[in-house]
């Protein structure tokens, strides 16, 4: 099949799950060469099928304090890619994130809400998260399915980031969140 049906076919479907994007990822494509590195990671899910989107939460992060043309650049480089709403549900499931975290020993101040609005909303979307900052999507509750470093040059150094590829790991969430309801 010629590339150019195969990718307009691509561009036609629905992909059957999603990649959600951490704020810090849309932050590093700042950064040319970094932001490449991360282009290149996500290249292989893509062609897999994996659709890329992004929680609005993470879209008020990239605006948050941002000047006009800083708003006008965030704004462009999220582009058409799938937000997914911070609705009442997703709100909720943060929560009791935050609830099982503390249950678990995870201190409340570790994991910030923005993490847990991501978190819940990879939870309820049965999305993966990517990320570079790991730490803020707790194991067990998330299983790690591959880390990818980032190579990159920086004033003539070679550069390491380590990238995440999480995904929620919903039996545990929910056992954690049953046991919950019984004590």
């Not at 036609?12 to 040319?32: E, G, N, V």
């Amino acid at each position: 099949m010629p590339l150019v049906t195969k990718r307009k076919m691509m561009e036609t479907q629905t992909p059957s799950r999603y990649i959600i994007l951490d704020t810090c990822i849309f932050q590093h494509f700042a950064d040319k060469a970094l932001g490449l590195a991360a282009i290149n990671a996500l290249s292989e899910p893509i062609q897999a099928g994996y659709g890329i989107s992004i929680s609005d939460f993470s879209f008020f992060e990239l605006l948050d304090g941002a000047s006009l043309e800083k708003e006008a650049e965030r704004i462009n480089s999220v582009g058409k890619t799938r937000r997914f709403w911070v609705k009442k549900q997703v709100l909720v499931t943060a929560a009791h994130l935050g609830c099982l975290y503390t249950k678990d020993g995870i201190p409340d101040k570790q994991i910030g809400a923005g993490d847990k609005i991501i978190g819940a909303t990879a939870l309820l979307t049965n999305s993966i998260i990517y990320t570079t900052n790991g730490r803020d999507f707790p194991r067990p509750f998330f299983i790690e399915l591959a880390s990818v470093p980032l190579w990159y040059k920086k004033n003539d150094q070679d550069v390491c980031v380590m990238s995440y590829y999480l995904e929620p790991n919903t039996p545990y969430i929910v056992e954690k969140y049953n046991e919950r309801n019984t004590t």
